[in-house]
Protein backbone atom coordinates (compact mmCIF):
# COMPACT_ATOMS: atom_id res chain seq x y z
CA UNK A 1 0.00 0.00 0.00
CA UNK A 2 1.26 3.40 -0.72
CA UNK A 3 1.61 6.18 1.55
CA UNK A 4 -1.48 8.15 0.38
CA UNK A 5 -3.83 5.14 0.37
CA UNK A 6 -2.92 4.71 4.36
CA UNK A 7 -3.44 7.95 4.84
CA UNK A 8 -6.90 7.67 3.08
CA UNK A 9 -7.57 4.66 5.23
CA UNK A 10 -6.89 6.26 8.75
CA UNK A 11 -8.70 9.56 7.82
CA UNK A 12 -11.83 7.60 7.25
CA UNK A 13 -11.97 5.50 9.86
CA UNK A 14 -11.19 9.00 12.30
CA UNK A 15 -14.21 10.27 10.50
CA UNK A 16 -16.23 7.34 11.28
CA UNK A 17 -14.92 7.21 15.05
CA UNK A 18 -15.68 10.95 15.15
CA UNK A 19 -19.28 10.49 14.17
CA UNK A 20 -19.88 7.62 16.02
CA UNK A 21 -18.26 9.10 19.12
CA UNK A 22 -20.96 12.45 18.02
CA UNK A 23 -23.79 10.36 17.83
CA UNK A 24 -23.19 8.09 21.09
CA UNK A 25 -22.92 11.57 22.89
CA UNK A 26 -26.03 13.32 21.66
CA UNK A 27 -27.89 10.10 22.53
CA UNK A 28 -26.21 10.27 26.19
CA UNK A 29 -27.09 13.40 26.89
CA UNK A 30 -30.43 15.07 24.82
CA UNK A 31 -29.83 18.22 26.43
CA UNK A 32 -26.43 19.16 25.54
CA UNK A 33 -27.92 21.67 22.89
CA UNK A 34 -30.44 23.06 24.63
CA UNK A 35 -29.77 26.31 26.56
CA UNK A 36 -26.55 28.31 26.40
CA UNK A 37 -24.71 26.44 29.45
CA UNK A 38 -23.86 27.39 32.70
CA UNK A 39 -24.81 31.11 33.20
CA UNK A 40 -22.61 33.57 35.46
CA UNK A 41 -24.23 36.75 36.64
CA UNK A 42 -22.09 39.99 37.54
CA UNK A 43 -23.48 42.38 39.53
CA UNK A 44 -23.14 45.99 39.42
CA UNK A 45 -20.23 46.63 41.62
CA UNK A 46 -18.22 43.34 39.44
CA UNK A 47 -19.15 40.74 42.29
CA UNK A 48 -19.79 37.31 40.39
CA UNK A 49 -22.55 35.31 41.43
CA UNK A 50 -22.04 31.13 40.99
CA UNK A 51 -22.66 29.01 37.76
CA UNK A 52 -26.49 28.58 37.35
CA UNK A 53 -27.78 25.93 35.00
CA UNK A 54 -30.39 27.58 31.62
CA UNK A 55 -33.73 27.32 33.05
CA UNK A 56 -34.26 25.66 30.05
CA UNK A 57 -31.58 23.00 30.48
CA UNK A 58 -32.74 22.29 34.30
CA UNK A 59 -36.59 21.42 32.36
CA UNK A 60 -35.00 18.87 30.02
CA UNK A 61 -32.87 17.46 32.31
CA UNK A 62 -35.83 16.49 34.96
CA UNK A 63 -37.94 15.67 31.83
CA UNK A 64 -35.47 13.58 29.87
CA UNK A 65 -33.62 11.78 32.98
CA UNK A 66 -33.17 8.07 31.73
CA UNK A 67 -31.32 6.72 34.87
CA UNK A 68 -34.98 6.85 36.87
CA UNK A 69 -36.00 4.16 34.34
CA UNK A 70 -33.84 2.20 33.43
CA UNK A 71 -32.23 3.84 30.35
CA UNK A 72 -35.71 4.38 29.06
CA UNK A 73 -38.10 7.61 28.60
CA UNK A 74 -39.44 8.98 31.70
CA UNK A 75 -43.34 7.15 32.10
CA UNK A 76 -46.11 9.15 32.45
CA UNK A 77 -46.33 9.09 36.06
CA UNK A 78 -42.43 10.36 36.55
CA UNK A 79 -43.59 13.15 33.85
CA UNK A 80 -46.39 14.25 36.39
CA UNK A 81 -43.93 14.00 38.98
CA UNK A 82 -41.49 16.05 37.18
CA UNK A 83 -44.60 18.42 36.05
CA UNK A 84 -45.09 19.03 39.80
CA UNK A 85 -41.44 19.91 40.88
CA UNK A 86 -41.24 22.32 37.73
CA UNK A 87 -44.11 24.34 38.87
CA UNK A 88 -42.98 24.70 42.15
CA UNK A 89 -41.14 27.57 42.40
CA UNK A 90 -43.75 29.82 39.81
CA UNK A 91 -46.60 31.62 41.64
CA UNK A 92 -49.74 31.54 39.94
CA UNK A 93 -51.15 34.85 40.93
CA UNK A 94 -48.30 36.59 39.29
CA UNK A 95 -47.82 37.20 35.34
CA UNK A 96 -44.08 35.85 35.04
CA UNK A 97 -45.67 32.64 37.10
CA UNK A 98 -48.50 32.10 34.81
CA UNK A 99 -46.75 32.48 31.78
CA UNK A 100 -43.72 29.78 32.79
CA UNK A 101 -46.62 27.53 34.05
CA UNK A 102 -47.85 27.33 31.01
CA UNK A 103 -44.64 26.68 29.26
CA UNK A 104 -44.13 24.05 31.80
CA UNK A 105 -47.20 22.49 31.68
CA UNK A 106 -47.02 22.62 27.69
CA UNK A 107 -43.56 21.10 27.66
CA UNK A 108 -44.34 17.83 30.10
CA UNK A 109 -47.70 17.44 27.86
CA UNK A 110 -45.78 17.16 24.93
CA UNK A 111 -43.54 14.85 26.12
CA UNK A 112 -46.60 12.90 27.68
CA UNK A 113 -47.69 12.61 23.92
CA UNK A 114 -44.33 12.48 21.80
CA UNK A 115 -41.63 11.99 24.36
CA UNK A 116 -39.41 14.08 22.08
CA UNK A 117 -38.28 17.00 24.13
CA UNK A 118 -36.77 19.43 21.20
CA UNK A 119 -39.85 19.22 19.75
CA UNK A 120 -41.53 19.92 22.57
CA UNK A 121 -39.43 22.95 23.72
CA UNK A 122 -39.45 24.31 20.76
CA UNK A 123 -43.78 24.20 20.19
CA UNK A 124 -43.20 25.87 24.11
CA UNK A 125 -41.20 28.78 23.04
CA UNK A 126 -43.11 28.86 19.39
CA UNK A 127 -46.93 28.83 20.21
CA UNK A 128 -48.39 31.24 21.96
CA UNK A 129 -48.76 31.98 25.26
CA UNK A 130 -52.03 31.36 26.16
CA UNK A 131 -51.99 28.32 24.12
CA UNK A 132 -52.33 24.82 25.69
CA UNK A 133 -50.81 21.67 24.14
CA UNK A 134 -53.78 19.66 23.78
CA UNK A 135 -55.52 23.21 21.99
CA UNK A 136 -52.47 22.92 19.82
CA UNK A 137 -53.74 19.49 18.96
CA UNK A 138 -57.10 20.39 18.38
CA UNK A 139 -56.34 22.92 16.02
CA UNK A 140 -53.83 21.00 13.52
CA UNK A 141 -56.19 17.71 13.52
CA UNK A 142 -59.94 19.14 14.11
CA UNK A 143 -59.35 22.69 12.89
CA UNK A 144 -62.44 22.81 10.53
CA UNK A 145 -64.55 21.43 13.49
CA UNK A 146 -63.57 23.61 16.28
CA UNK A 147 -65.42 26.77 17.52
CA UNK A 148 -63.81 29.97 18.05
CA UNK A 149 -66.42 29.52 21.01
CA UNK A 150 -64.96 26.29 22.74
CA UNK A 151 -61.67 28.60 22.71
CA UNK A 152 -63.43 31.74 23.82
CA UNK A 153 -62.19 33.70 20.48
CA UNK A 154 -64.15 35.10 17.71
CA UNK A 155 -63.67 33.55 14.37
CA UNK A 156 -60.90 36.54 13.16
CA UNK A 157 -58.64 35.45 15.94
CA UNK A 158 -59.46 31.02 15.52
CA UNK A 159 -57.73 31.93 11.98
CA UNK A 160 -55.14 33.32 13.91
CA UNK A 161 -54.38 30.66 16.05
CA UNK A 162 -54.71 28.32 13.61
CA UNK A 163 -52.39 29.85 11.74
CA UNK A 164 -49.80 30.01 14.21
CA UNK A 165 -50.30 26.47 15.34
CA UNK A 166 -49.29 25.58 11.94
CA UNK A 167 -46.58 27.58 11.44
CA UNK A 168 -45.34 26.10 14.96
CA UNK A 169 -45.80 22.42 13.64
CA UNK A 170 -43.79 23.73 10.71
CA UNK A 171 -40.98 25.15 12.33
CA UNK A 172 -40.53 22.88 15.27
CA UNK A 173 -40.90 19.40 13.16
CA UNK A 174 -40.78 20.15 9.41
CA UNK A 175 -37.12 22.14 10.44
CA UNK A 176 -35.18 20.43 13.20
CA UNK A 177 -35.08 23.11 16.33
CA UNK A 178 -31.47 24.36 16.63
CA UNK A 179 -31.56 24.96 20.70
CA UNK A 180 -27.87 26.13 20.61
CA UNK A 181 -28.47 29.60 21.48
Known sequence: MTENSLKNIFFRISLIAYVSLYSLNLVADPCASVGNGPEEFILEDGTRIGALESVERARCRALTDRTKNNGKPLTIQQLEMARGELLRPYKPDTL???????????????????????????????????LSYSQYLGLLYASRSISAQNLGVDETELRQLTGAAWAARDQCLVTPPDRTR
Open 96 to 130: FGNLERSSVNRIVDCMIASADIKVCMCLSDTLPAY
